[in-house]
């Protein structure tokens, strides 16, 4: 799962073009010192579009606690978006910290970063000593960096939302992000990570966000047990407005998400921009399509379930695979999250509330698989040739990689859940349950009747 | 004094008010309620996932009249709302006691128009 890095004809554009530019700009003020050497090079355009594209994965998690949160019922959907918030103050904390040390530090076996950075020291203005992104700021790599990391635990919360502790859900981010987060997303992209040296693709985290989530969520709805009530005596969805909205704002974070993996501004960036694109648009009206044939009527939440599910799935594939692909991968990515919402759900009668491991967790492990079908160094000469482009072997390898993350987020998370619970607690109490967790645990209510 | 209270179709709400102005019936309190009656609930779809809405929206008029006023109140309230399916509502009429107007004070038949 390597980051595309920057190497052959743009490099040396980039080398001209800094050449070029630099003697002028700095001209002046070294005007006495005309021996002194450049300064490290990083370019405006790559820096100003991953910055931008920082910003958009933060609007993310605000909009995944507007999709999760008009998916709840009314007397719990500010527990929901307070979830989100802690997980966007909780975790920017730990990152900034040492979570970015763990994730992308210098390599210890493989397995993780040491912690050579803590409180990110060295990480400053000139680009990183590891080549994860030549052309721009370490600082920009590691706040565009930060925001995955915040939202990838946020999305758990769709599995055990309406019935957790808040203490226990901010302990439990902060210790997952920390034992499970930031060592997988060392194995994919850290330099030395030992599933980026298997040669498993993932361009924008479909494995180290999305199948580690979606996982992570499965685990959670076991650990938790269900919903007083669930399946028959939970009231629908109170806000559908606002999980369309919530959609919407992930839709359009998505292409910082992806695009902005690109980690320049230039044609990768744009051919990923168009296959997220591609895929989610697919999605969103296969799913339309299956609740037309299957309960008659197409319905708003299936058809932003859609979306999401085609933006999941898309995420690892982005930078590898043509739009005709995206389409492929689309179709998959609305079939099997319906048929797990569906049938699987139902079968198995766990309570994963809101579809995090449906969606989330089938979709990244599609996702996965299908970069492995789709691939084609046609796209990117950086990344490799899947199934379709005659090699079968790196199907088999993104397999291996699913199926290692999977496995370890699904063990490690569990455990988490139950360290938890041994020490504060997970659940609330049947009372706080029944009245809403908005009133019990934070002393507010989301709607007034009166004024 | 009769209090005439009504539940309708939330579709038929204008019509109904439209009959009442013509009769010359002004003053009426809507409401939004749910309910249910022999019409039973409509299913909804969440993720595969079929509800059976047992309650049903619908639109709650009170209304409070002098005598004379009872039977045009309840012949617009018909003529507005009545589809003839099943679900048109129904209309309760109750004695009413009192009637103050709190900015003057004014009781009975003055204070209800």
């Known amino acids: 799962m390597k980051r595309p890095i920057m190497h052959g004809r743009r490099m040396s554009r980039v080398a001209l073009a800094a050449c070029a530019l630099i003697p002028a700009m700095i001209a002046p003020a070294m005007a006495g010192d005309p021996a002194a050497p450049a300064p490290p090079s990083t370019n405006s355009g790559d820096t100003s579009w991953l910055l931008m594209s920082a910003a958009l994965v933060m609007l993310m998690t605000p909009g995944l ?63 990183d000593p590891a080549g994860y992104a030549p052309t721009v700021p370490h600082l920009a ?66 494995t180290v966000v999305h199948i580690n989530a979606g996982v992570a969520a499965l685990a959670a709805a076991l650990a938790m047990g269900r919903r007083q009530g669930f399946p028959d005596g939970i009231s629908p969805p109170h806000h559908l407005p606002f999980a369309v909205l919530g959609a919407g704002l992930l839709w359009f974070g998505w292409f910082g998400f992806n695009a902005g993996s690109a980690l320049s501004a230039a044609g990768l960036a744009s051919s990923a921009f168009v296959a997220t694109h591609t895929a989610a648009a697919t999605a969103g009206l296969v799913w339309a399509l299956l609740d037309r044939a299957f309960h008659k009527k ?92 005659g090699n079968p072997a790196q199907l088999w390898i993104q397999i291996k990689a ?16 139950k360290l938890v619970e041994r020490f504060v607690g997970l659940r609330v109490t049947e009372h706080e349950e029944r009245v809403g967790l908005d009133l019990t645990l934070h002393k507010e209510a989301a709607y007034t009747i009166v004024d | 004094m009769k209090y005439v209270i009504a539940i309708i179709q939330p579709d038929r709400l204008d019509e109904v008010l439209r009959r009442l102005t013509e009769k010359e019936i ?28 047992n309650l049903l929206r619908k639109v709650k008029l009170e209304i409070a009249v002098n005598e004379a006023f009872v039977q045009p109140t309840i012949d617009a309230i018909i003529a ?20 103050i107007r709190i900015r003057t004070g004014e009781e009975g038949g003055e204070a209800i128009g």
């Open chain 1, 298 to 389: 197409p319905t708003t939440l299936g058809m932003i379930t859609g979306v999401v599910a085609g933006l999941v799935s898309i995420t690892p594939a982005a930078g590898f695979v043509t739009p005709m692909g995206a389409i492929g991968i689309g179709i998959g990515a609305a079939v099997l999250p319906w048929c797990a919402v569906t049938f699987l759900k139902t079968r198995l009668g766990y309570d994963d509330s809101l579809d995090a491991f449906g969606v989330h967790g089938i979709g990244g492990i599609w996702g996965a698989i299908a970069t492995g079908i789709w691939a084609t160094r046609s796209v990117n000469p950086n990344g490799a040739d899947g199934l379709l482009a």
């Open chain 1, 65 to 127: 606690a507007f999709f999760y949160g008009g998916l709840v019922r009314k007397k719990n959907v500010l527990s929901v978006l307070m979830q989100c918030l802690m997980a966007l103050c909780v975790v920017s904390l730990q990152w900034v910290l040492f979570g970015y040390s763990l994730a992308f530090g210098p390599d210890k076996g493989g397995f993780i970063g040491g912690l050579e950075w803590f409180g990110l020291a060295g990480v400053g203005q000139d680009p």
């Open chain 2, 80 to 99: 507005g709302a009545r589809s003839g399916e099943i679900g048109d509502g129904k209309i309760f009429v109750i004695d009413l006691p009192r009637c």
């Open chain 1, 402 to 417: 699913t199926a290692i993350t999977g496995i370890y987020s699904l063990i490690l998370s569990f455990v988490i859940f």
């Open chain 2, 26 to 53: 002004h003053l009426v309190t809507v409401s939004n309620v749910v309910g249910r009656g022999r019409q039973k609930g409509i299913a909804a779809v969440y993720r595969s996932h079929k509800e059976m809405g």
């Open chain 1, 141 to 206: 790599f590691m706040i565009f960096q930060l925001m995955f990391a915040v939202i990838t635990p946020a999305l758990i919360i769709g599995a055990f939302a309406e019935r957790m502790k808040f203490a226990a859900y901010t302990i439990f981010s902060l210790l997952w992000a920390t034992i499970v987060y930031d060592p997988v997303a060392h194995w994919v992209w850290g330099s030395g990570g030992f599933l980026r040296a298997m040669g498993a693709l993932d361009f924008a985290g479909g």
